[in-house]
């Protein structure tokens, strides 16, 4: 093997015919930027709404269609790549077509339409890294982007810490505890392998470290028990595959030591804003010692940096240390489940006590610390419900995103307003039924058991910690996920797309030819509906969003029906209608709104219940009477809907 493809090999982790640097250095920048998009959305709310996310979708898209018009892309170069990608497509075909079977479609074409950006964002992805994109290089720009979040997030704290924090935990630009904490922790492993990583230069293996400690330390503040699980979790993954396990160590060891040291103090302000204290007096306290943990962890890295640069130990030795961290985290496992069970006594007992604790919302401890609590949240009422609506249509499920008028039916306990299941898997079957199961089950055993595969069939040690690092990143994504809704917050799940689609794309090389005509004919097409189907979405989103920024009525008005005209199927733009039409006086008008929402969405409860109040404050309660109904049947556990069919009722001529 030549001097220049013997350093390509060691750079892309096996043997192969390097590719160009001019052809590296395209799509690496392009694969950087959709890793950035990520840390874009988290400052804009996750990219949540429609707003936030359609315009990343259409910007995928786009890219698609003139790579794939242009002949740029290649073959997936791989078995498993083109299974996942197939299975993926499976999977965003039929959420595509439950839009035609769900109950709401505007909802359904919300989800339909995220699912076909993270499509893409996978197959971008996938086909970049064909093209010879560094995954060393996009990793570290996911790292950054999100450490910048973090960073503008902190600083933000001060001046308006109500704005960042909700029921005295940290939301940050997220708008939610545990999406904010998922954010900032899924890019952690990627850091971690970079900070480990001799190719690494001094300077950026700095700037991950420094940026990891921020996200890292944010996170704490999130007070969120799912991020907690899931790091545990993705611990054991990292330092079983990445190869890199002394390395792995070191670089983890200034995080964990940060959050160490700042722990007390970042608990502390919990415990004042639930205390009805000072939020910002706790904030002003902590901060300094995060920045200076922050900076110490920065510099730590880039120290270790030169001193690598330097010295190199000798492959026995690191060896040797590697197997000493494997045995110590094996012996610390061991150890700390017997600690565990010592205190706990008998762990099936303690296991059976605090699932009962869970489904019960136990929230024993919580005054202290979150992190001490066993309470579900009522996420197990949410999971039965989903279940429901898996039994009761196992094959292709309720409909994309419809999810939120079966609970109201199905719920065994008042709660608060929810629109997601809380976990991913039971979201795919109660959703999209068995077949999309199987087809997004099958998606992610793909990538898994592919970068597994790679991972073990010749990759040298920087292939087998990027396998690593990329493996940590996605399990905790997806054991996160499996107590969330982040299918709904992009700015989490997208890079866990890009992070699978870095695991199973081609390590040795490039990828396969140039794709044919067939081939590029179908993403070509699939990229042109795509932005068929989302470019109304956007404008009919912007105009609704004009009509709560205008003041005068007529051009509200005006704009709801220009919003109505793109987005047909969407019950939120009649409600807004009708709100619009009663404050003008034209009440016909109004109900002939209320009457096209409850058509676009019939099973939910809320449109009754807004024309029942429409009626009932005309004074005409014979039509208002029987909407109450329809809507306490779909909602039985509202007591205040309960209550106003009884009041209402006894004034009803027998």
Known sequence: MTGLATREAERTGGPGAPPASGERLAPTLVLAAVALLAAWMGYESGGYFVGGWVPV?????????????????????????ALALGLFAGYAALTVASVYWSPNRGDAWVGAGQTLMYLFAFGTAVSLVALGASRRRVLAASVLGTGAVALLTLLALL??????????????????????????????????????????????????????????????????????????????????FSGRRLRGLLALAPVAAAVAVTAPDLNAVYQESLGGGSTAAALESVLPTVWMAAAAAGLYGSLWGLADRRWRPPAAVTRGFGGLVLAGVAVA???GGSAAAERVGDPVAWGEQRWEGFKGNDEAGMDESRYLSASGSGRYMLWQVAWKDFAANPLLGVGTHNYEATYYQLREEPRGWVRQPHMLPLEVLGERG????????????????????????????????????????????AVHSGVEWFWQIPAVTLPAMVYLGLLVAPWKGAGGGPLRWPSRTGIAVTAGLTIALLSPLYVADRYLAQSYAITDLGESLAAVERAERLNPVSPSIPQREAELAGRAGDEDRAERAHLRAISLNPEHFAPYALLAASYQESGDLDRALPMYREALERNPLDEDLARVVEELGETEPR
């Open 159 to 240: 001046p308006q810490p109500g704005e960042y924090f909700q029921y005295d935990r940290l939301i940050g630009t997220v708008g939610y505890h545990n999406g904010a904490a998922a954010f900032l922790l899924v890019p952690l492993w990627a850091a971690v392998y970079l900070a480990g990583s001799r190719r690494t230069h001094p300077v950026l293996r700095g700037a991950v470290l420094a940026a990891a400690t921020l996200c890292a330390q944010a996170a704490f503040l999130t007070q969120s028990r799912g991020a907690m699980v899931a790091l545990a979790v993705s611990v054991p993954v990292f330092f079983l």
């Open 434 to 477: 068995l077949v999309g199961g199987v087809l997004f089950a099958g998606f992610l055993s793909v990538c898994v058991l592919g970068g597994l595969w790679w991972r073990f069939r010749g990759l040298n040690p920087e292939g087998r910690a990027q396998a690593g690092a990329l493996l940590a990143a996605v399990t905790y994504w």
């Open 57 to 81: 979708a259409l910007l995928l898209a786009g890219l698609s269609l003139v790579a794939a018009v242009g002949g740029v892309f290649r073959g997936a170069g791989s078995r498993w790549a």
């Open 333 to 335: 496992l061991l150890f």
